[in-house]
């Protein structure tokens, strides 16, 4: 089993409707992230998270909203959808204990979100 | 701002031929390197790092050396394979403060038989 799985992998919808996306991860790691991917503009932060207790804005949060509802869960929503959030979204994890900025990020395979 | 910038792709090689694909970075203080590798349909992976200057990180003879002189994390591999299409994303992250990774814009790579 991955050690970073989303779902769902792909999803269709249209403008307005309020869509959610899931992550869990099995490596026990505090830190959880969501990006987005878009053609030539590579990976962009859009929420992340260090624990239960932590949300933080990345670098381009508006439209979106999330939620850590335990260690392994962190959820990203689209309240109310657009085109332009039609992306590639990838959830992330690591592990910030040590405080040491060698700790690889693992990513899920990440899920497509196309809004019509 | 920490900020990553790559070569622009796509980079097109045949099987066999030599590879470089060159990252150079800006960062106050002393940021970890990383290339991660995405194959198509996948996610992201780490594919190798360096964590202070003048380290060589290496995998699937994959290879790429942390030059502090001239910021740069350049990746290069002697023999490309078919198997290696893919792409390619430079990436540092910095001691101190949040740890939050910053990514370049990734580098497609295409290997022809």
Known sequence: DADVTQTPRNRITKTGKRIMLECSQTKGHDRMYWYRQDPGLGLRLIYYSFDVKDINKGEISDGYSVSRQAQAKFSLSLESAIPNQTALYFCATSDGGQLTSGNTIYFGEGSWLTVV | ?113
Request: neutral net charge.
């Open chain 2, 1 to 113: 701002g920490d900020s990553v910038t790559q070569m622009e792709g796509p980079v097109t090689l045949s099987e066999e031929a030599f590879l470089t694909i060159n990252c150079t970075y800006t960062a106050t203080g002393y940021p970890s390197l990383f290339w991660y590798v995405q194959y198509p349909g996948e996610g992201l992976q780490l594919l190798l790092k360096a964590t202070k200057a003048d380290d060589k990180g290496s995998n699937k003879g994959f290879e790429a050396t942390y030059r502090k002189e001239t910021t740069s994390f350049h990746l290069e591999k002697g023999s490309v394979q078919v198997s290696d299409s893919a792409v390619y994303f430079c990436a540092l992250k910095k001691r101190g403060g949040s740890y939050i990774p910053t990514f370049g814009r990734g580098t497609s790579l295409i290997v022809h038989p």
